[in-house]
């Protein structure tokens, strides 16, 4: 069974970026669309963004000047790195699985970031 | 981008009690492209329904998706214990984009 881990700092320093990675284990990245989103506490889901295995992705638009999403099928790793970040970046952190008209299946438990000096 | 509303914020029944939750997007999309998700504190949201009204797997029949165009529903009918939580709904018509959530809470 398909788990997904994901790892980084915890606390973020105000203009500096974010990088969170997610580990794929019991299964392959190729022919999923592999997707960040987060929520900040107390308020509901937001999109980052999302990969496809072969490289193409898509950005929320109120986020795309800051994020990038990568993935490394070699190391079965999905990365973010979300720039000039601020308090309003503080959230849990969710990897998540998502193929189209199947929703969202698999999701890692979610890494919780703050942004502070 | 399409934009998900959901109603009511907060629903407060008592379990056996069939609770209705509403979900409305600001433009038509396919039902194809609606799924629903029960999140519990401390958990990552759960996949209930997907292709507008398919149950995920092990998803108890109580549970059941509806609607088209700009309205959808999720229905659980004579509520457990264990579904009280937060239910968001979501679209992947165009990118992906979640409704605010609706609360159920015990009465």
């Known amino acids: 069974q398909v788990q997904l881990q994901e790892s980084g700092p915890g606390l973020v320093k105000p203009s500096e970026t974010l990088s969170l990675t997610c580990t794929v284990s019991g299964g392959s990245i190729e022919r999923y669309y592999w997707s960040w989103i987060r929520q900040s506490p107390g308020k509901g889901l937001e999109c980052i963004g999302y990969i496809y295995y072969g490289g193409s992705t898509n950005y929320n638009p109120s986020l795309k000047s800051r994020v990038t999403i990568s993935a490394d099928t070699s190391k079965s790793q999905v990365s973010l790195n979300l720039r000039s970040v601020t308090a309003a970046d503080t959230a849990v952190y969710y990897c998540?699985?998502?193929?189209?008209?199947?929703?969202?299946?698999?999701w890692g438990q979610g890494t919780s970031v703050t942004v502070s000096s | 981008e399409v934009v998900m509303t959901q109603s009511p914020a907060t629903l407060s029944l008592s379990p056996g009690e069939r609770a209705t939750l509403s979900c409305r997007a600001s433009?038509?999309?396919?039902?194809?492209?609606l799924s629903w998700y029960q999140q519990k504190p401390g958990q990552p949201p759960r996949l209930l329904i997907y292709y507008g009204s398919t149950r995920a797997t092990g998803i108890p029949a109580r549970f059941s998706g509806s609607g088209s165009e700009t309205d959808f529903a999720l229905t659980i009918s004579g509520l457990q214990p264990e579904d009280f939580a937060v239910y968001y709904c979501?679209?992947?018509?165009?990118?992906?984009?979640f409704g605010g959530g609706t609360k159920v809470e015990m009465k």
């Open positions: 433009q038509p999309i396919s039902s194809t492209y």
């Open positions: 998540a699985r998502h193929v189209t008209y199947f929703g969202i299946a698999v």
């Open positions: 979501q679209q992947d018509s165009d990118f992906l984009t």
